[in-house]
């Protein structure tokens, strides 16, 4: 009962349509809303936007709503699809061009898969362009300095091994990063909405982020050390011996990427949503 009571965000208990609690949190979104209130009514909800209010309220009243398990499932497909075609354009090429290709064409997958997973389809539209262009003007330096810093450490073994150890290095960054990163980029996305309603309370997010914080370590730490101790299990049953070279990479690759995961979550959404990009 206590962890719904000071739970940060709105929790509320739906009953044949009628919201028959709401916690601390929840009160706050709806500014005291009398108990108990008839969600089919929508009596609260404006003119213009009935429709959407509605029609989101009947997939989360049918369980449609699956936001997270799409989050998910897009995520895993899009790393095994961009693996795959590294793996594919390595047997074939036989060079370094198989991690160019390979990326471009798991990008490519990508995109479709975003489509086939989601209705939601984009539209070109100018009315928002001057906010676009003031928080791409932080955002894109940022993007590029990013995938710089991704990038970075394969630049550097690139040039001082031969090709033959690039691709094994190449494999063991993405199989340490995997565990980790599953966990942290969908807590990542969800972080954003909620450090927003909480940021104009300078106790309340400071709260807010040391428990996200604690949360974070609580799962990805487990996850790690567990990782680190099935690897030579894990690599010889799922990829074989021939890929055992990847080995000495691992548990040093592993660590980082658990480091890396709790700092990008930690910071990124942070910077964002207190409008502090650019630092």
Request: with cysteine.
């Amino acid at each position: 009962a206590n962890l719904v009571v000071n739970a940060l965000v709105g929790i509320a208990i739906i009953q044949n349509d009628i919201i028959v609690y709401q916690n601390p949190a929840q009160q706050k979104i709806f500014e005291g809303l009398a108990e108990p209130v008839v969600l089919s009514d929508l009596k609260c909800v404006h003119a213009d936007d009935l429709k959407k209010v509605k029609a989101a309220y009947q997939s989360i009243k049918e369980r449609k709503t699956r936001k997270a398990e799409l989050d998910f499932r897009f995520n895993v497909y899009n790393r095994l699809a961009k693996f795959v075609a590294t793996i594919g354009f390595a047997i074939i090429l036989r060079d370094y061009w198989a991690l160019v290709f390979g990326y471009f064409f798991g990008s490519c997958i990508a995109v479709l898969l975003s489509y086939r997973l989601h209705p939601y389809r984009p539209r070109f539209c100018l009315k928002h362009y001057r906010e676009y262009l003031r928080f791409a003007s932080a955002i894109i330096p940022q993007r590029i300095g990013k995938s710089l810093y991704n990038r970075l450490d394969s630049i550097i073994v690139g040039g001082v091994a031969n090709t033959s150890q690039l691709g094994f290095y190449n494999i063991a960054s993405q199989l340490s990063n995997m565990a980790a990163n599953e966990i942290a980029l969908p807590v990542s996305r969800g972080l954003y909405p909620n450090f927003a309603k909480v940021v104009s309370q300078p106790k309340l997010f400071a709260v807010a982020y040391c428990r996200v914080l604690a949360a974070t370590c609580s799962i990805v730490l487990p996850v790690t050390v567990t990782f680190l101790f099935i690897t030579s299990e894990f690599v010889a049953i799922v990829f074989g011996d021939k890929w055992l070279p990847i080995l000495p990479f691992m548990p040093w690759l592993i660590v980082w990427a658990a480091i890396e995961s709790i700092t990008v979550i930690m910071s990124q959404q942070i910077l964002i949503v207190s409008g502090h990009e650019k630092q």
